[in-house]
C-alpha cells in the first residue's frame, strides 16, 4: 500500500525514512497513502479509522484530501477520524481550537460523517476529565482501533501533547504543556497569558497501538529534533522517538527537515560519498573542511593530513591531492564570501589595486547603482536581519527601497497600544468627538487581559508598528517614500488559516513589476515560531515563478539573497555572502532596532530564547565573526550572512 520511495537506513537511523525535496510532494504522499486505504476498506465494505493531528505540518495534507474529494471523488461515508490531542481547558468554537482547526481544514469540507469525528473535548469539567479520557481509548478501542495515525512533531520532540517525561505505556489523560510549546502556540493566542497551560492528550501508547503510524516534519526548524528522535536512543525525553519501537511507523520529511541527519550533514561518517552517489564537489568539500575545522579547533590552514586521516577523510585528501590542496579549496571558498559592497560598487571611483567585488555572479554585477528591494516579512524583521547591510547599501549609493509584508499588528501588546492612546487622549490633539471612543479605548486595553480581537484595534497596533518601521528606516537613510507596507492579506485571515492565495501573491508581484529590482532580499529564516516567515517566501516563490512565467526582463537581471534573523543563523557551508560589519556600524544598527518599542523587552514572539532581539543580533553576528576568524580569515566586529540564489531557480524549487 506504501508510496514512498523508503531510503535505504544506514548505522545511525534507527526507522524508515522517506524524504522528498518538498513539504507539498511529502504531504501529497502521505494524503496519497491515507486516501489508497480509506477506499481500499470501501471496497471491502469496512471503515477506515484515521488518527489526525493538527499544527501546521498536516495542513498541506488536509489540502490534498479535500482535493482528492472534490476532484477525484474520495469519498469519506465510511471514516472515522480520532484527534491527538485539544487545548485545556478550550471551547471547540475559539478560533484557536483544533476542533475549529480540524473544521477548517477538512471536516467541513468532505463528507465525513460528524458523529464519527472525535476530538477530547476542551470543555468537560475537571472532575469529569479522567473519565472522558477513558471514555476515549474505549472509543478508539471501539472503533477497531486506529489504522492510520497520523502526527508532527514539536520542538521538544513531542507527540500528541506527549512532552518530555511522558512514558511509553501513558493513555489519554490531562497533561501540563511545556513551556517551549506554550511559547510556540503563544501567537494563535494573542500572548503568553491566554495560552492554556493543559491539553488533553492522546498517549504515547494510544499512538503506539495504532497499526500504521506516520510522522511527518517539514522545515528546518525541525531538522535538529527529527533528527535525536531518528538517530538517538529511544527515550522519553523525545517521545517521537519511540516510534523506532513500532514495527509499521514512518518518518516522512522534507529536505530541509532532514538536513541535520548524519547522512546530509556529515555523509563521511557513514562511509564513501561515492557509495552514496555524492560527489566532493566545491560544496561538499568545503562542507567537510570546516567540519574538521571546527572538530580540530584549528584555523583551516593549519589542517594536516593526519587531521584528515584521524578524522576519517582520506577519501577528501585523495580527491584533491593532499591536505594542502583541500585547505586552499576550503579557505577560498570562504574568503570569496567576504564583502564589503554587497551591492558592488560605482565604477567612477574604482581605483587600481581595489579588492574584486567577489561574490556578485549576475549580470547585473556591473550595474551601478542598482535597485534593492529589502523583503521584511515584520516591520522589523530588515533591521534585525540585516541592518548593517541595509545601511552600507544605502551609504554606498543604491536605490534601497524596503517592503514590510504583514502588518505585525498582533505581536504589539494591549500595554503598549494603551500607552499611545492614553498619550493621544491627553495630549489635546484628539478630535473631542472621538474622545468617548479613546476613553473607551484606554479603560480597555489598561487591564492587558482581553484578546486583542477588534479589526479597529489591529489597525492601530498595526500602524504603530508602521511608525516604528518609519522611524527605523530613517536611522537607515531610507526615506519614507522608499517603505512599502503590503499588509499582506493572509496575516489578517483567521489564526490558525496559516494560508496565503492569489491576493497575497498579486500585492508583492505588482511591487516586483514596478520596482524591478536587481537585487533582492529577503528572509529565509524559517524557524520563526509563528510560520509568517515562511508563509512570505512562498508567496515570494509564487511572485518570482509568475515573473518567470511571463518573461520579466527585469528577471534575466536580478538576484535573490536570503538572510537569516533572530532565530537562526545561516550554517558556515552554505553562506555565499559575508558582509563585515564595523564596531559602528552595530551602534546604528542598534539605534534602528531599538526604534521597535513595542517589539523591545514585551515582544509576545521571543520563544525559547529571551534575549531581547538587538542582543540576538549582536550576538549572531559577532560569533558568526569569529567563526570566520577561527578559521584563519580576517578578525571582524561582526558579520552578517545571505544565501544567494537565481530568483528563477529559486521559483522552482520546493525547498522552502
Ligand atoms: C497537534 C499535535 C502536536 C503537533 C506538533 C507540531 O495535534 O499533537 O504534536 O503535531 O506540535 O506542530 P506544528 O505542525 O504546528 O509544527
Same mark, same amino acid.
Given at each position: 500500500m506504501s508510496n514512498f520511495p523508503l531510503l535505504e537506513r544506514n548505522h545511525h537511523e534507527h526507522g524508515p525514512l522517506a524524504v522528498f525535496p518538498g513539504s507539498l510532494e511529502a504531504a501529497r504522499s502521505v494524503a496519497g497513502e491515507m486516501a489508497a486505504l480509506i477506499r481500499a476498506r470501501a471496497r471491502e465494505g469496512r471503515a477506515c479509522v484515521l488518527g489526525l493531528a493538527t499544527g501546521s505540518t498536516p495542513v498541506s495534507v488536509y489540502a490534498e484530501l479535500v482535493r482528492l474529494h472534490r476532484e477525484e471523488s474520495l469519498s469519506f461515508a465510511n471514516v472515522t477520524t480520532f484527534n491527538l490531542d485539544e487545548y485545556y481547558p478550550l471551547s471547540p468554537?475559539?478560533?484557536?481550537?483544533?476542533?475549529?482547526?480540524?473544521?477548517?481544514?477538512?471536516?467541513?469540507?468532505?463528507?465525513?460523517?460528524?458523529?464519527?469525528?472525535?476530538?477530547?473535548?476542551?470543555?468537560?469539567?475537571?472532575?469529569?476529565?479522567d473519565a472522558h479520557c477513558a471514555a476515549y481509548e474505549e472509543a478508539i478501542r471501539a472503533a477497531g482501533g486506529i489504522d492510520l495515525q497520523s502526527l508532527g512533531i514539536g520542538r521538544t520532540g513531542h507527540i500528541g501533547f506527549n512532552e518530555p517525561g511522558s512514558p511509553r505505556h501513558s493513555l489519554t489523560r490531562l497533561v501540563t504543556l511545556d513551556p517551549l510549546t506554550r511559547r510556540d502556540a503563544a501567537g494563535d493566542f494573542g500572548g503568553d497569558a491566554a495560552t492554556p497551560r493543559h491539553a488533553l492528550t492522546m498517549g504515547v501508547r494510544s499512538i503506539l497501538n495504532a497499526r500504521r503510524v506516520i510522522l511527518m516534519a517539514w522545515g528546518q526548524h525541525k531538522a535538529d529534533i527529527v533528527r535525536q528522535a531518528i538517530e538517538g536512543e529511544v527515550n522519553s525525553q523525545v517521545t517521537a522517538s519511540f516510534l523506532q519501537e513500532h514495527a509499521n511507523a514512518l518518518f516522512v520529511l522534507d529536505a530541509a527537515a532532514a538536513g541535520s541527519l548524519t547522512r546530509h550533514r556529515?555523509?563521511?561518517?557513514?562511509?564513501?560519498?561515492?557509495?552514496?552517489?555524492?560527489?566532493?564537489?566545491?560544496?561538499?568539500?568545503?562542507?567537510?573542511?570546516?567540519?574538521?575545522?571546527?572538530?580540530?579547533?584549528?584555523?583551516?590552514?593549519?589542517?594536516?593530513?593526519?587531521?584528515?586521516?584521524?578524522?576519517?577523510?582520506?577519501?577528501?585528501?585523495?580527491?584533491?591531492?593532499?591536505?594542502?590542496?583541500?585547505?586552499?579549496?576550503?579557505?577560498?571558498?570562504?574568503?570569496?564570501?567576504?564583502t564589503g559592497w554587497p551591492g558592488g560598487r560605482d565604477p567612477a571611483r574604482a581605483k587600481p589595486g581595489d579588492a574584486p567585488v567577489r561574490p556578485l555572479h549576475a549580470p547585473s554585477a556591473?550595474?551601478?547603482?542598482?535597485?534593492?528591494?529589502?523583503?521584511?516579512?515584520?516591520?522589523?524583521?530588515?533591521?534585525?536581519?540585516?541592518?548593517?547591510?541595509?545601511?552600507?547599501?544605502?551609504?554606498?549609493?543604491?536605490?534601497?527601497?524596503?517592503?514590510?509584508?504583514?502588518?505585525?499588528?498582533?505581536?504589539?501588546?494591549?500595554?503598549?497600544?494603551?500607552?499611545?492612546?492614553?498619550?493621544v487622549r491627553d495630549s489635546g490633539l484628539a478630535n473631542p468627538a472621538e474622545s468617548g471612543r479613546l476613553d473607551a479605548f484606554c479603560a480597555g486595553l489598561s487591564g492587558d487581559t482581553a484578546p486583542p480581537t477588534s479589526p479597529e484595534l489591529l489597525r492601530w497596533k498595526g500602524l504603530i508598528r508602521r511608525h516604528e518601521a518609519i522611524a527605523a528606516a530613517r536611522v537607515c537613510g531610507v526615506a519614507e517614500h522608499q517603505l512599502h507596507?503590503?499588509?499582506?492579506?493572509?496575516? &489578517? $485571515? !483567521?489564526?490558525?488559516?496559516? %494560508?496565503?492565495?492569489? #491576493?497575497?501573491?498579486?500585492?508583492?508581484?505588482?511591487? @516586483?513589476?514596478?520596482?524591478?529590482?536587481?537585487?533582492?532580499?529577503?528572509?529565509?529564516?524559517?524557524?520563526?515560531?509563528?510560520?509568517?516567515?515562511?508563509?512570505?517566501?512562498?508567496?515570494?516563490?509564487?511572485?518570482?515563478?509568475?515573473?518567470?512565467?511571463?518573461?520579466?526582463?527585469?528577471?534575466? &537581471? $536580478? !538576484?535573490?539573497?536570503?538572510? %537569516?534573523?533572530?532565530? #537562526?543563523?545561516?550554517?558556515?557551508?552554505?553562506?555565499? @555572502?559575508?558582509?563585515?560589519?564595523?564596531?559602528?556600524?552595530?551602534?546604528?544598527?542598534?539605534?534602528?532596532?531599538?526604534?521597535?518599542?513595542?517589539?523591545?523587552?514585551?515582544?509576545?514572539?521571543?520563544?525559547?530564547d529571551r534575549r531581547e532581539f538587538w542582543q540576538r543580533t549582536e550576538d549572531r553576528s559577532r560569533r558568526l565573526a569569529q567563526a570566520y576568524n577561527g578559521l584563519g580569515l580576517a578578525e571582524y566586529e561582526a558579520i552578517e550572512a545571505f544565501k544567494r540564489y537565481a530568483p528563477a531557480e529559486f521559483a522552482a524549487s520546493s525547498a522552502f
Open positions: 468554537d475559539q478560533p484557536q481550537s483544533y476542533r475549529r482547526f480540524m473544521r477548517t481544514h477538512l471536516f467541513d469540507h468532505v463528507d465525513l460523517h460528524p458523529a464519527r469525528t472525535h476530538l477530547p473535548s476542551g470543555t468537560v469539567p475537571k472532575h469529569e476529565v556529515t555523509p563521511w561518517l557513514i562511509g564513501s560519498l561515492a557509495d552514496q552517489g555524492l560527489a566532493w564537489n566545491e560544496r561538499m568539500t568545503r562542507r567537510a573542511i570546516l567540519w574538521l575545522s571546527q572538530l580540530k579547533q584549528k584555523p583551516i590552514l593549519k589542517l594536516t593530513d593526519d587531521d584528515y586521516n584521524e578524522a576519517g577523510l582520506q577519501d577528501l585528501t585523495r580527491a584533491h591531492g593532499s591536505a594542502y590542496e583541500a585547505n586552499l579549496i576550503g579557505f577560498y571558498q570562504m574568503q570569496h564570501t567576504i556591473a550595474v551601478y547603482p542598482k535597485r534593492v528591494l529589502v523583503l521584511s516579512p515584520h516591520p522589523d524583521d530588515d533591521v534585525i536581519s540585516m541592518g548593517g547591510t541595509l545601511c552600507r547599501l544605502v551609504d554606498q549609493g543604491h536605490a534601497v527601497h524596503i517592503a514590510y509584508e504583514v502588518s505585525g499588528a498582533g505581536a504589539v501588546s494591549n500595554e503598549a497600544a494603551w500607552r499611545l492612546f492614553a498619550f507596507f503590503l499588509d499582506l492579506p493572509f496575516y &489578517e $485571515a !483567521e489564526p490558525r488559516s496559516r %494560508r496565503y492565495g492569489r #491576493a497575497d501573491v498579486a500585492a508583492l508581484s505588482a511591487l @516586483l513589476e514596478k520596482f524591478q529590482p536587481h537585487l533582492i532580499y529577503a528572509a529565509g529564516d524559517l524557524d520563526d515560531p509563528h510560520g509568517t516567515h515562511r508563509l512570505c517566501l512562498h508567496v515570494l516563490r509564487d511572485a518570482l515563478a509568475l515573473a518567470t512565467e511571463a518573461r520579466a526582463p527585469w528577471l534575466t &537581471e $536580478a !538576484e535573490l539573497w536570503l538572510y %537569516r534573523g533572530a532565530w #537562526a543563523e545561516w550554517p558556515l557551508d552554505e553562506i555565499d @555572502l559575508a558582509v563585515p560589519l564595523s564596531p559602528q556600524e552595530v551602534l546604528r544598527r542598534r539605534r534602528a532596532i531599538f526604534r521597535h518599542e513595542t517589539q523591545k523587552d514585551q515582544a509576545l514572539f521571543l520563544g525559547e
